[in-house]
C-alpha cells in the first residue's frame, strides 16, 4: 500500500484524482470510454493485474499483465497507490507514478477500481472525488451480466455476490450515477469530474 504523502489535494484550479467504483457488468467501462471522447484531460489510469489477458486485451492498455512476483516487487517499492484481490483469487492495483505524472501535467485521473481500492484511496487522498455507479435496478444488473455471456456460472454468482456488497457500501461516495443510458452517465461523469466545458473530440 501507498506508505508517502500522496499531493491529490483538492484545489479549485487544479485537477482531482476521481476513483470510480460499481458492481461488475454495471457498464463502467462503457460509459467511461463515452466520457473520455468528450473529455481530453481525462486521463485513465492502467492498473497492474495478476490476471491473464482476455482474448483482444492489449498489455498497458486495458492492463498491465505481471506476475505475482512483478505484482510483489510494485508493493515493496512503495509503487502501489492501492490493491486488492478483485473476485476471489487475483491482484489488481494501481500504479502511482502514472497517476503522479498525470496530476503533475494537468490531466484529470480516473481511477476504475473495487471498493476495497476505493476504502484505501480515501484513507490516503480523502479529497479525491468518490463516484458509484448503479443499475437501475438488481434485475438488471443480473440480466446485463449474464447476458454478455463472458463469465461462467460460478464467476457470475461470485460476482453477484461481491455486488450485493458494493451496492451495499455506495453511501460512502460522494455522488451515485445511475448507470440507464450510457450518454446520460457518461455527461454525469464528466460534470462531476469538472471536465463539462473541455472541447469535445
Ligand atoms: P476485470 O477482471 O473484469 O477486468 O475486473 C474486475 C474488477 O477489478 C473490476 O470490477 C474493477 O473495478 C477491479 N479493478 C480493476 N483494476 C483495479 C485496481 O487497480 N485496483 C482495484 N482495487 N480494483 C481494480
Do not use: C
Amino acid at each position: 500500500m501507498y506508505t508517502s504523502e500522496p499531493r491529490y489535494w483538492r484545489n479549485l484550479s487544479e485537477p482531482v484524482l476521481t476513483v470510480l467504483t460499481g458492481p461488475s457488468a454495471v457498464g463502467k467501462g462503457t460509459v467511461v470510454q463515452h466520457a473520455k471522447n468528450s473529455a481530453d484531460r481525462m486521463w485513465l489510469s492502467v492498473s497492474a493485474t495478476t490476471r491473464d489477458p482476455r482474448p483482444g486485451e492489449v498489455d498497458g492498455v486495458h492492463y498491465r499483465f505481471v506476475t505475482d512476483a512483478e505484482f510483489d516487487d510494485l508493493i515493496d517499492a512503495g509503487k502501489m497507490l492501492e490493491y486488492a484481490v478483485v473476485h476471489g483469487h487475483h491482484r489488481y492495483g494501481t500504479p502511482s507514478d502514472p497517476v503522479e505524472q498525470a496530476l503533475a501535467d494537468g490531466l484529470a485521473p480516473l481511477l476504475e477500481i473495487d471498493l476495497d481500492g476505493a476504502r484505501q484511496v480515501r484513507e490516503h487522498a480523502p479529497n479525491a472525488r468518490f463516484v458509484f455507479m448503479a443499475p437501475p435496478s438488481w434485475d438488471e444488473l443480473v440480466r446485463r451480466l449474464t447476458g454478455r455471456g463472458t463469465e461462467t456460472p460460478e464467476q457470475i454468482a461470485r460476482r453477484l455476490e461481491t455486488a450485493r456488497t458494493e451496492l451495499a457500501a455506495q453511501d460512502e461516495f460522494d455522488h451515485v450515477i445511475v448507470n440507464t443510458d450510457v450518454s446520460a452517465a457518461a455527461a454525469e461523469l464528466v460534470d462531476l469530474m469538472g471536465l463539462s466545458s473541455d472541447t469535445p473530440r
